[in-house]
């Protein structure tokens, strides 16, 4: 009998192959449109629904959604096909309790599948572990209340970072009442998320008010430089500004708008000094949106100036109690959130180096951690340059930026890591390697000329580099690689580029991670930029690398 069930499995699973199969191939490369993958749905799946829609037993509709989640495998040659069965799937397991896990599976899986529909899946996530939080026992409601606010904190965030602050006011306003419930100590932070969020509202709608008033009056020098201020100081974007510097009726405006644009780097000592004084002025009038953003760049213009200033003299003193003194009040701040790409799930450390991300405390720069999972890192002898969109670390010398040892971080079985990468100069000897990411004894991902990318687990027990390839000088890469327990693949500029087959489990060590330079002496220094520097407890799926990459 056993022989028997086993073999009617395997017949109904290569049917369901076989229907699956036929389904997608009815239809060019490019898959079905959304009423043809219904339509094969209802095709494959349309008795099949009906009975499971009949049942009044939540393991009927349950086992119909598994056999959904089942096909959504077979039909990987059609996202839009997948999405149909991800979305039938979470119908019916969220039909019961029983089944919310389930449904938050399909949601999930349809993230992989379609990305671009990351924020509706999220939103239905939401109502799965809203019913799980209502109908869970007495002993399990707070457990079930702190899962579902740390996704309505997820969720703001990612509001704030897509722009759409009016959609973060109102998750934060939802979210209050069950923090209070469950006695959270995120009530708190979801406060501070809420003040935030309202400010940068605000300043949306001001920005569009003045955007129309100085296209319908250009000559408006009043509005003009309104304009400018909400620019620098709210939006930290003087490059934007740049266009109205001669409309705003203001000298300064005129004078430094145009050298806030340029990397401090490359600036002068005079004008970092009258940068960092400038910018300090504009702090002390602004909210708190703005007045993070102009701390951070009067503290990064002052510590330019005393690189280039070397003499101990009255200038140097006054620039050091002013750098003192804008540290201690930016430490203060809750930095604004950055608008950049929404992160895939499964993220456990997302560094982007823009000014709003940086803060400095008792003479030290730190990043924040943008992933939530706490994993903050220290950049040591920083050297902040321009990247693509905004600003990121040059790694030249002794650079390096240092994250202690945590729990996501030491304890993961797959992972990808992402980044962002410009070589500084040309590299074309082989056998230099370079530190890019390094968790010492666990994993490490590696740069050098001739092999270019290489990839090591544990104490070097396995290896694998790329083949030869060419690096250009002052060029943006985008680079991944990903290690299911068993094989790694490294993809350059969101395209697959090579894979190995390791067959290693990654080491669960306590070790700090690090970026860039290292103390070894067998290591040479690092020449490059890196900037959204990311790492998942999980592999991405080929989708979500080549979104990441066109980013």
Known sequence: MKRITIFTGMVLASSLFCQVMQAQTTRPASGPSPDEAVAAYNSLFGEDAKKASASRNPKDWQDFANKLLDAVK?????????GVFCDKAYDFAIKDRSGAELAITAMKTLMDVLPDRKAEARTKILKALEMLYQTAPAAEKSKAGETLLAEYVSLIDDRMSDGKSADAIDLCRKAQPLAAAIRSDRAAELTAKLNLAVAIDKVDKDIAQLEASVKADPKNAANVKQLVILYVVNRNDPARAVGLIDSAGDEAIRIYVPLAVKPAADLAETACAELAEWYKSLSEKADSLGKPQTLARAAEYYRRFLELHTAQDVQSLKAKMSLETVEKELAKCVAPPISKTVLPRGAVLAFNFDRANITLKDGKTYVKDLSG???????????????????????????RVEVRGSESLNSMKELTVCLWLKPTEDYTEFGKWKNLVVKRDQFSLL??????????????????????????????????????????????????????QLDFAIPGISSSLVLGGSKTADWVRNTFVLDDVMIFERVLSESEIAGLAKK
């Open 74 to 82: 077979l039909a990987k040659d059609s996202p839009v096909l997948q």
């Open 373 to 399: 999972r706490e994993n903050h890192g220290e950049i040591v002898d920083a050297k902040m340059v321009e990247s693509r969109k905004g600003q990121a670390v040059d790694f030249s010398e002794s650079c």
């Open 447 to 500: 740069i050098t000329g001739g092999k270019a990318f290489g990839f090591r687990l544990g104490k070097r027990e396995k290896t694998f580099d790329s083949p030869p390839k060419e690096l250009k000088k002052d060029t943006w890469y985008f680079l991944a690689v990903t290690y299911d327990g068993k094989k790694a693949i490294i993809y350059v500029n969101g395209a697959k580029d090579c894979e190995a």
